[in-house]
């Protein structure tokens, strides 16, 4: 599973900061199963 912090700079823009518990990537070139660990999000709306 992944867990997630979010933080609104206003009604448009996101950023977030959280960890991958899982395997999961979604970079479909990457097979190599070794896909835990920290990722960064933003997230604009327009």
């Known amino acids: 599973f992944l867990v997630g912090a979010y933080k609104g ?3 448009n823009t996101k950023v977030g ?3 991958n518990f899982t395997d ?3 970079d ?3 097979l190599s199963y070794e896909a ?3 990722f960064i999000n933003l997230i604009k709306a327009w």
């Open 9 to 11: 700079f206003n009604n």
């Open 17 to 19: 900061i959280g960890y």
């Open 24 to 26: 999961f990537n979604d």
């Open 28 to 30: 479909l070139t990457n």
């Open 36 to 38: 835990k660990g920290w």
